[in-house]
């Protein structure tokens, strides 16, 4: 007999991710990140490259945290992808060099893969209890504005902190305010119904089995391929943002209302996907997001080269913005994935996703260290623009799996 779950487990579950989510992205250290690590004995350059490693860390983990959040525990893949959060803050707070922030940042890489896709499963199979999965867009996008509104709030006071606080200071108090969320996720209900059964093969046959069938399968593959390649474009953009800042001569203080900007956009973006999605159809959302990313390359290529202070500023929020839209476009093609997918298999077709995502994000990373050390920002926009031809190309693919209005 199938046991019945009433809508105040469900509600209290939901609450309980918001809050989590909420406090595990409040990153007080993200508007003042490359000034930390510069304070900490790396380049800028080096910056890049050591994201691509997180990305790298995240790319490795991705498949086994998944496989074990379908056949152990989604619950419990979450509380350890939250320890590996804190330790990676303890590690960079106590660190000073290239490689030992590397092992802090990998660190964080696992804590990323951890959650990845089993946050996303875990809400999807919560609401399937109550048989509410419809409503995943509208319900996971509040918890990703729960999450855009405490990463925007940490970035209009992180640079005031750092000054206050220091380096150090600001990376001690990110650990203690991860130390914090991880009780939220202890408090989470187990999905005991969600288990995924292995007879005939050993786990590490049917992970990867999962994962082929998956890539092998035109409509889930193009599903993951193009906010995959999307997602890496706005990874750049993002972190391009600091060094554009410092060389166009925005002052210090600046840098935080800058990241609140884009998490201002990030918590729109969140909100408003549902109704965006449903209005404008998926084809032309995706459209505009393009154009958007677009715009932001513009922007960026225009802070630099202009003395005029005003248009710098405008061009930085515009650039801020566009690195945001990823957001709208991620719960977008999620959505779409999720109702694509089994419940048992779901954790580890979610990593499979979140792994190719990561896996081009390093890519981009680590190449754009070496444009921006050898041949400068402008170089690395350009060719950022250049590579919009293949997200137009993937987006050609995805088109003909998805319903146009």
């Not at 060389?247 to 990030?266: A, D, E, K, R, T």
């Not at 991620?330 to 997918?341: A, D, E, R």
Request: a positive charge; proline letters at 2%.
């Amino acid at each position: 007999m199938t046991k019945k779950y009433d809508d105040k487990s469900v509600k209290r579950g939901i609450n309980l991710l918001r809050a989590g989510w909420f406090l595990h992205n409040f990153m007080l250290v993200l508007p003042v990140i490359v000034l930390i690590y510069t304070q900490k004995g790396v380049t800028v350059g080096d910056f890049f490259l050591i994201q691509g490693i997180f990305r790298l860390a995240a790319f490795l983990f991705e498949i086994p945290s998944g496989y074990m959040s379908d056949c152990f525990s989604r619950r419990r893949v979450l509380i350890a992808g939250s320890l590996f959060h804190i330790l990676g803050f303890v590690t960079i707070a106590a660190s000073y060099g290239f490689w030992t922030i590397v092992l802090g940042e990998s660190l964080l890489g696992i804590s990323s893969a951890l959650f990845s896709g089993t946050l996303e499963a875990y809400t999807y199979d919560l609401l399937k209890r109550n048989k509410s999965q419809k409503q995943f867009l509208k319900e996971f996008g509040n918890i990703t504005t729960y999450a855009s509104a405490a990463s925007m709030i940490a970035g209009l006071i992180g640079g005031f902190l750092f000054v206050q606080l220091g380096a150090n200071g600001l990376l001690w108090l990110e650990a203690f305010i991860a130390t914090i969320g991880i009780f939220t996720f202890l408090a989470l209900p187990e999905l005991l119904e969600i288990r995924r059964i292995v007879k005939h093969k050993d786990a590490l046959t049917d992970a990867i089995s999962i994962t082929v069938t998956t890539m092998k399968n035109p409509k889930l593959r193009n599903l993951i391929l193009f906010p995959s390649l999307f997602g890496a474009f706005t990874i750049v953009l993002l972190w391009i943002l600091q060094p554009i800042m410092e060389v166009s001569h925005v002052s210090i203080g600046l840098f935080g209302v800058y990241f609140g900007i884009n998490q201002l956009s990030v918590l729109l973006c969140a909100k408003y996907a549902y109704k965006i999605c449903e209005k404008l159809g998926e084809i032309a959302t995706s459209i505009i997001t393009i154009f958007t990313i677009i715009l932001g390359i513009i922007m960026g290529i225009v802070a630099i080269h202009t003395s005029n202070i005003a248009v710098v500023y405008i061009a930085c929020g515009i650039l801020a913005f566009s690195s945001a839209i990823r957001v709208l476009n991620n719960l977008q093609y999620n959505t779409l994935l999720h109702h694509s997918i089994r419940s048992t298999e779901r954790g580890t077709v979610l990593s499979a996703r979140a792994m190719t995502a990561t896996l081009c994000g390093a890519v981009f990373l680590s190449t754009s260290k070496f444009l921006i050390d050898y041949i400068g920002i402008t170089a690395t926009l350009t060719a950022l623009g250049i590579m919009i031809i293949p997200l137009l190309w993937s987006l050609k693919l995805v088109s003909r799996y998805i319903v146009k209005k």
